[in-house]
């Protein structure tokens, strides 16, 4: 049979609204779709010519439209022949057959939402439906003898964070309080939680009654059984277009590839795509692309020990991930976040889209590996072949303004009727959505369905929508004293616009869960303000100076990578999270770059590779490193022995000082230089970094290559090569910059030496020569393969510890000497076999990070006093080649918390020590590498510190950056 390809581009009826036109018309296969392929009706009448009319049109033949074409059936009384079921790809083709699996009604957790959005009996209304709808796919499927694998079983919403576990908490009181039914609803928290759900890092747990499903064997019933009947049902005919009829009052043309039918009634059951042929909906419903795996499961999750229930890990409001695990074969299907702080802005972005053809492997990287790590039995296994990820796929779910479908007739276009807008929420809601709009049709009330009044698709609701969504404040939760002025004093300013979030509403939910470390998760903010300009930054500071009490902290986030709790979060204070300030833009002379603070260096380079010519800069190694802590510590890039540290070429920063006021500090203008070579590594003591303009070069040739070699065989060579490097100088133009870190660790029983090198020569012109002797004797060897800034740190970023780790960087400077590394290596193993002994889940790594004499000759270059002596850090271009030495470790629980401070501590003491007595020890102490208690500024040397305080005093008179703005390293240390 030769299936017609419908060109999406060409029959779109709506092209004025991103994403609006037709599925696509050869979409991966799901696993639900893999194992139906026997379905008699698959490709139902793909090549039969149409009927010119119907009484009845369904278009779409997903688990909405095949209950609806049912429901007029064997509900409604409807004459079988009277229903046409139009499809545009192969039978329930769609989300429904795309989906994780689940019947899962919310029990309480969007509560809170759906009451600021639509009020409190709305709500109540919504959260009571789903758990209706629960019940009536138990019986159907019971009455009918339904073989769609359906298990009524429970769920867990398992809070990962305690920032989430306080907002499911306050969804529980605020549900109950309204009076809310949660007597089927169980709450677990700590240990308890842990053992019910067998989640590792569980804070907290609910659980209430849930199912799972084989959605399309339920779609593909559904559409036997009205065939049977008497139904007719046209795949590969993708309606095109619905106008009045030319020839039947009151009726409706449809237009397809093969000809136009008309029809009395059409029902768009159409979901993400219903905006195709409702235009006056394309604005409210987004599609989104969705992705699912399937996973076959170890032997520690297999027989006997299979999930009993389903689950859903969440760290936040939107970042989550949902477990299923099939009763009739044991396979789990594991869904991904559409929100995850774990992925690169690409990654990120390819949510919006409707190819559903093909998935994205960073998303299968995060959904599958946060699966792993929250079972520990995933921890120690040897996997066998067959185990393991074996499917991915997409679908696309279709969004809603207000969280809410569209069901109900349209009454601008009488005959016309709606069933679609799901919120990738479809199955909890379709077994009551489908049966009321066929009500609906056969001409009964709104009220007759029992359906939320706000499901409802009237023009009141339209009209709203069009003005923005009303937002009811009945449920503010109360904050502290100085809530409320500093709410009114930035309200003010900004026109009546709230950035300011409190406890309880998705904002602050989101902003507090997403840090790097689990103890800045674990510090909580009493307020999160969330700018979006510099001007929201410059109101913000206004009104906190005016009124907020001086005892109550200040503290800036970007990425969240500050390992220690609280240097970028406020406890108990406000935390402004500058994530909102976007924008990466190449300026006019080519040679320079806008960057906002609150991009990070993942979206920084993706930007500047996709300029034309491609572009790059002196930025990070971390994708989701944040652009202005890196660049206030200084900052080392994989391009640092041509250029320099990161802050070394900054031109300008965008700043808001104490006073509220914006500065454009640049080197150029006598009276803000002070200001602008102060923060160069000047961390967080002169005011809130907005925007930096910094020097960009045409991305050059890149290559990189990991080697990893056993470190009692490799470890006197690497180390040689490691010194030889810092002695080289700048490169010159045209010259390869190459740039390494060096990683120590011990895995698997083993321990290990990762050389992670990156240079702009080829493999065949760089000069390696020290370098190719290491790789050419030793067993484990890597090489050189093409690459772009970009590629490089997402792939190195793999390499790093998954957010919310217990992790710990601590650092120390020495002067590069062989004797002193090997012997530093001693001590390492000393310390490391001691932790080891005591500690479970220990990932412990030391990190030579060198600074060879070029980088410290070409950092001092760039001094407002050219040419200087020392860098904007204090260095001296003499004492180099520096090597910058840092633990990084990552371990288990938090009862190590202490223990591994301390030694971690004592293990850099006695480098110190054994450094200083050979005359090796160097003050300097990295700032981007550094712990809370390190006297950083201190390390930048008497002078430098002196220039420093001069400047703070300049800009802040009243200190309020080294008092009250918490974070960062102070002067006065």
């Not at 095109?240 to 590839?257: C, I, R, Y």
């Amino acid at each position: 049979m030769t299936v017609q390809q419908i060109d999406v581009g060409s029959t779109s009826v709506d092209q004025n609204t991103p994403g609006h036109g037709l599925p696509v018309a050869d979409p991966c296969l799901s696993f639900w779709q893999q194992t139906t392929r026997s379905f008699p009706h698959l490709n139902a009448n793909a090549e039969t010519p149409l009927p010119s009319t119907t009484k009845y049109l369904v278009l779409g033949s997903g688990i909405s439209g095949a209950l609806t074409a049912f429901e007029l059936i064997h509900s409604a009384g409807v004459a079988a022949d009277d229903v046409l079921v139009l499809e545009a790809r192969e039978a329930a083709s769609g989300a429904s057959s795309r989906n994780a699996g689940h019947v899962r009604p919310d029990a309480f957790r969007g509560f809170q939402v759906y009451r600021r959005v639509h009020g409190t009996e709305q709500a109540l209304k919504i959260i009571a439906n789903e758990r209706d709808v629960l019940r009536k796919v138990d019986e159907f499927v019971r009455k009918h003898d339904v073989g769609c694998d359906f298990d009524l079983t429970t769920t867990f919403d398992v809070c990962l964070t305690p920032e989430f576990a306080e907002f499911n908490a306050r969804s529980f009181q605020e549900y109950e309080q309204a009076g809310g039914d949660v007597s089927h609803v169980r709450f677990y928290e700590g240990e308890e939680a842990k053992q019910k759900t067998g989640v590792e890092d569980a804070v907290s747990a609910y659980e209430w009654p849930a199912g799972s499903s084989h959605p399309a064997k339920l779609a593909q019933f559904l559409l036997g059984q009205s065939i049977a009947k008497g139904a007719r049902l046209f795949t590969h005919c993708p309606a095109l277009k619905v106008t009045k009829s030319a020839t039947v009052d009151g009726h409706w043309d449809v237009e397809t590839p093969r000809g136009t039918i008309t029809a009395e009634k059409v029902v768009h059951c159409t979901n993400a795509f219903v905006g195709h042929l409702l235009p006056q909906l394309a604005p409210y419903v987004t599609p989104n692309r969705a992705q699912a795996h399937l996973f076959v499961p170890l032997s520690g999750l297999s027989g006997d020990k299979i999930l009993q229930s389903t689950m859903s890990l969440r760290h936040s409001l939107h970042h989550f991930y949902s477990v299923m695990q099939r009763k009739a074969d044991g396979l789990f299907i594991l869904g991904a976040p559409r929100k995850s702080p774990y992925l690169s802005r690409e990654a990120a972005q390819s949510i919006f889209t409707t190819d559903d053809t093909t998935f994205n492997e960073e998303v299968v990287a995060d959904a599958v590996g946060h699966f792993l790590q929250s079972f520990p039995v995933c921890e120690k296994h040897d996997w066998r072949h067959g185990e393991g990820l074996q499917h991915s796929w997409t679908g696309i779910i279709g969004m809603t303004t207000d969280s809410v479908p569209f069901v109900g007739k349209l009454d601008s276009l009488p005959g016309q009727y709606v069933c679609a807008g799901f919120n990738g929420h479809g199955m909890a809601r379709i077994f009551n959505c489908a049966p009321g709009v066929v009500k609906i049709i056969q001409g009964a009330e709104w009220s007759e369905t029992g359906l939320p009044e706000c499901f409802n698709v009237a023009e009141e609701r339209l009209r709203r929508l069009a003005n923005g969504p009303k937002i009811f404040i009945e449920t503010m939760a109360a904050g502290p004293a100085w809530s409320q002025a500093v709410t009114d004093g930035v309200q003010a300013a900004l026109q009546g616009r709230n950035i300011l979030h409190f406890p309880g509403s998705p904002e602050f939910s989101d902003s507090e869960a997403v840090y790097f470390t689990a103890a800045a998760q674990g510090v909580r903010s009493a307020a999160v303000a969330r700018p979006t300009s510099t001007d929201d930054v410059s109101a913000l500071l206004k009104a906190l100076r005016r009124h907020l009490p001086a005892d109550v902290p200040v503290a800036v986030r970007g990425g969240g990578h500050a390992t220690y709790g609280g240097m970028a979060k406020a406890a108990a204070g406000v935390t402004i999270d500058i994530r909102g300030l976007r924008g990466v833009e190449v300026l006019p002379d080519g040679s320079h770059v806008r960057i906002g603070a609150g991009e990070n260096w993942s979206s920084v380079y993706a930007a500047l590779e996709a300029h034309k010519p491609p572009m790059t800069t002196v930025g990070g190694r971390m994708p989701t490193v944040g652009v202005a802590g890196f660049l206030l510590g200084g900052g080392i890039s994989t391009l640092s022995s041509r250029y320099g540290f990161g802050a070394d070429v900054v031109s300008a920063w965008e700043v808001v000082t104490a006073s509220g006021d914006i500065v454009r500090a640049s080197r150029d203008d006598e009276a803000t230089a002070d200001l602008w070579d102060a923060l160069r590594g000047g961390s967080t003591n002169f005011g809130i970094v907005t925007a930096v303009e910094m020097a960009c070069i045409p991305h050059p040739a890149i290559y990189r290559a990991t080697h990893a070699f056993y470190l009692p065989m490799a470890r006197q060579a690497t180390l040689k090569a490691l010194v030889n490097m810092g002695l080289e100088p700048s490169p010159g133009d045209g010259q390869p910059i190459n740039h390494s870190i060096w990683c120590i660790s011990h895995f698997m029983g083993m321990k290990f030496i990762n050389a992670m090198l990156t240079t702009t020569g080829s493999p065949e012109e760089v000069d390696m020569r020290d370098w190719l002797r290491v790789w050419g004797r030793l067993p484990l060897t890597g090489k050189l393969k093409a690459t772009s800034h970009g590629d490089w740190i997402v792939e190195y970023g793999k390499l790093v510890p998954a957010n919310g780790s217990r992790t710990l960087d601590k650092t120390i400077t020495v002067k590069m000497d062989l004797d002193l590394l090997n012997d530093l290596v001693d001590l390492w193993y000393v310390s490391n076999d001691k932790i080891r002994r005591r500690v479970s889940g220990l990932m412990n790594t030391l990190v030579f990070q060198p600074l060879s004499v070029g980088m410290l000759e070409t950092a001092c270059r760039t001094a407002p006093s050219r040419p200087s002596s020392t860098t904007s850090q204090g260095l001296d271009a003499n004492d180099g080649p520096l090597v910058v030495i840092e633990i990084c470790a990552t371990w288990k629980k938090a009862d190590d918390d202490e223990f591994m401070e301390k030694a971690v501590a004592e293990f850099l003491r006695d480098c110190v020590a054994l450094a200083q007595q050979r005359g090796l020890a160097h003050r300097f102490i990295f700032a981007n590498y550094a712990w809370p208690t390190d006297a950083v500024m201190k390390g930048y040397g008497e002078e430098r510190l002196a220039v420093l305080r001069n400047v703070a005093q300049k800009w802040d008179p009243e200190g309020f950056f080294q008092t009250q703005f918490v974070g960062g390293f102070k002067l006065a240390k």
